[in-house]
């Protein structure tokens, strides 16, 4: 083998480059248990209250409040309220402001249309689906505040 400008001989491989053959049927050693054997639980009855006449109440288990309900289902089903209140308060906050953009931009194109029919006809219509667009959240909300107050609920929160 040649090198940078001259021979250099072939270098003899290491012992531990050379693989040792293992036997095909060689048997593998069973591994041994090194855990220690776990420990056996007796429960313990109740004992009665001193001056009771029955057992320890159990404890009440978790509360709802202290947790992240998601990670228990039987408190989850209790954020379905609370989580559509957010949605439906979303709803009108966004439904009002969307009215409120339109009623500003039909004003900027009533306002620019000077002597252009056709810009002041646009602008009105633009305005005219403003106030439509009001009094249907408008009548939403009510609604949902009607059916709440009919069934119990209290929709929005």
């Keep these: 083998m040649t090198g940078f400008g001259g021979s250099s001989p072939t270098p003899e491989p290491f012992a531990a480059d050379t693989p040792t053959p293992i036997p095909i049927n060689t048997p593998i050693p069973p591994r041994r248990n090194t855990l220690a054997p776990a420990p056996t639980f007796t429960p313990v009855p109740a004992q009665p209250l001193s001056g009771g006449s029955g057992p320890v109440p159990a404890p009440t288990g978790i509360s709802c409040d202290d947790i992240n309900p998601l990670l228990v289902p039987s408190c989850a089903f209790r954020e379905i309220p609370r989580l559509t209140a957010l949605l439906l308060n979303l709803a009108i906050v966004g439904g ?60 929005f929160g």
């Excluded at 009002?96 to 900027?108: E, H, K, R, S």
């Excluded at 009510?142 to 059916?147: D, P």
Aim: glycine content about 10%; proline content about 2%; cysteine-free.
């Design 96 to 155: 009002a402001g969307l009215t409120l953009l339109m009623f500003l931009v039909g004003g900027f194109y009533y306002l620019n249309s000077r002597d252009n029919p056709g810009r002041r006809e646009q602008a009105v219509k633009t305005i005219l689906w403003a106030v439509v667009g009001l009094v249907t959240v408008a009548s939403a909300y009510v609604a949902m505040q009607l059916l709440g107050s009919a069934v119990n609920i209290d929709v």
